[in-house]
């Protein structure tokens, strides 16, 4: 009974999400003070700060401290590619990725300014010899003005 109580215990404090309780007031003021309308769900405790799943005027974002309190970034999760800013798409649909499926579009706030993020994969372009059995996923970066700032790969292996 006791080794159950003990591993039940470890795994509850494994799990990152936290209570309001376990956040530090300086970041709870912190997040307060930048989102005064927000409705927080829940908080995720990382080793560098915290993470607020949090709501306001309709929309999810995820709003992430240092542990000393200072904003770090937001990011909002876009649902329809005709909400980000039309210079975005328009240098989404002239980018050499344009025939790639869109996967999931985030818009990331931070203090140095903001851009956007979009996931694409190729899975709906015909595969030759050389691909075949893979798909290829990158996280493609526009500037709010729409300029193309580059790519990241995060492929991986497609299961059969």
Same mark, same amino acid.
């Given at each position: 009974?006791?080794?159950?109580?003990?591993?039940?215990?470890?795994? #509850?404090?494994?799990?990152?999400?936290?209570?309001? *309780?376990?956040?530090?007031? *300086?970041?709870? #003021?912190?997040?307060?003070?930048?989102?005064?309308?927000?409705?927080?769900?829940?908080?995720?405790?990382? *080793?560098? &700060?915290? %993470?607020?799943?949090?709501?306001?005027?309709?929309? @999810?974002?995820?709003?992430?401290?240092?542990? +000393?309190?200072?904003? !770090?970034?937001?990011?909002?999760? %876009? $649902?329809?590619?005709? +909400? /980000?800013?039309?210079? !975005?798409?328009?240098?989404?649909?002239? +980018?050499?990725?344009?025939?790639?499926? !869109?996967?999931? %579009?985030?818009? !990331?706030?931070?203090? #140095? &300014? *903001?851009?956007?993020?979009? /996931?694409?994969?190729?899975?709906? /372009?015909?595969?030759?010899?050389?691909?075949?059995?893979?798909?290829? +996923?990158?996280? /493609?970066?526009?500037?709010?003005? &729409?300029?193309?700032?580059?790519? @990241?790969?995060? $492929?991986?292996?497609?299961?059969?």
């Amino acid at each position: 009974m006791l080794m159950i109580f003990c591993a039940n215990n470890i795994v #509850a404090q494994a799990s990152g999400a936290k209570s309001k *309780n376990d956040v530090p007031e *300086n970041v709870i #003021a912190a997040f307060t003070a930048k989102y005064p309308k927000a409705e927080v769900k829940n908080w995720n405790i990382t *080793n560098d &700060g915290y %993470i607020a799943k949090a709501k306001e005027s309709g929309s @999810k974002f995820y709003a992430t401290f240092d542990k +000393n309190g200072h904003w !770090v970034q937001t990011t909002t999760q %876009i $649902s329809w590619s005709w +909400n /980000l800013p039309a210079e !975005v798409t328009a240098s989404l649909k002239e +980018n050499k990725y344009a025939a790639w499926r !869109v996967d999931k %579009i985030k818009k !990331v706030e931070t203090p #140095a &300014g *903001n851009f956007y993020q979009v /996931l694409v994969d190729n899975l709906n /372009l015909q595969i030759d010899a050389d691909h075949m059995g893979f798909t290829e +996923n990158l996280v /493609l970066n526009f500037q709010p003005n &729409g300029e193309f700032s580059g790519t @990241k790969s995060i $492929s991986s292996a497609l299961l059969f």
